[in-house]
């Protein structure tokens, strides 16, 4: 399973990049307003910034909710970086709009999955990667890992290469939960992966080997 980033902020994912574990980063226009970008030609040079730090896949979402013009804004986002992906929404635009832009050979995420069969359409749609919101399931009372289970299991037995990006993590134990489930990335906030180094035993354990250290060597 790999590790990307959910954020737009340059200083989280650089500081991410040196951990040396974080392979791709995701964005939305929810994250990128937050740093305070305004238009579509801000986003860009953001999503460009970051190409700089992270050489891995890189999403980016159309804001568009119509197919034609899904389609004129994801092949300029296409053009942006080479390692940029068209982040879709699960909607029949959405995947009609993945269908036409993977045929061009354009790297597809559709994201705002919530469903198995949102799933399975993303995957005939030839998308790349199929992102489960579990995070937002499990806030109305829902499963959201058991839909990322229920996913694998459907991909697996049908062959299909789509990759699961489990999103809207909210704490280490979905991370864990993820990678049981059988997704083959999750995507983080900063803040969740800096809180997946921390154990208060490993700090003790630390403090212990530097306090014996210290007393041999002033002896």
């Not at 951990?19 to 030609?41: F, I, M, Q, Y």
């Not at 034609?68 to 029949?92: C, Q, Y």
């Not at 579990?134 to 289970?149: F, Q, T």
């Not at 299909?160 to 990678?179: K, N, Q, Y």
């Amino acid at each position: 399973m790999r590790i990307f980033l959910d954020t737009a902020n340059i200083d989280e994912i650089r500081q991410g990049a040196q951990l040396g574990v974080v392979s791709g980063v995701t964005t939305n226009p929810s994250l990128v307003a937050k740093e305070g970008k305004a238009d579509l030609g801000e986003y860009r040079e953001a999503v460009r910034e970051i190409a700089k730090i992270v050489d891995g896949p890189i999403s980016a979402e159309v804001l568009a909710l119509e197919v034609p013009s899904m389609l004129e804004e994801g092949r300029e986002i296409a053009r942006w970086t080479d390692n940029v992906v068209v982040k879709l929404p699960s909607t029949a635009a959405g995947i009609e709009a993945a269908s036409t832009l993977t045929k061009d050979g354009i790297k597809v995420n559709q994201t705002l999955c919530f469903s198995v069969n949102q799933a399975i359409l993303a995957a005939l749609a030839g998308a790349t990667f199929v992102s489960p919101f579990v995070g937002r399931l499990d806030d109305i009372g829902e499963d959201g890992m058991g839909l990322v289970r229920d996913m694998a299991e459907v991909f697996r037995k049908q062959g299909f290469t789509t990759e699961i990006l489990a999103a809207s993590i909210r704490h280490p134990v979905h991370v864990v939960e993820a990678a049981k489930a059988g997704a083959h990335v999750v995507t983080l906030p900063y803040k969740v992966l800096t809180q997946m180094v921390q154990h208060p035993l490993t700090d003790l354990g630390v403090a212990r080997f530097t306090e014996d250290w210290n007393r041999l060597v002033r002896v």
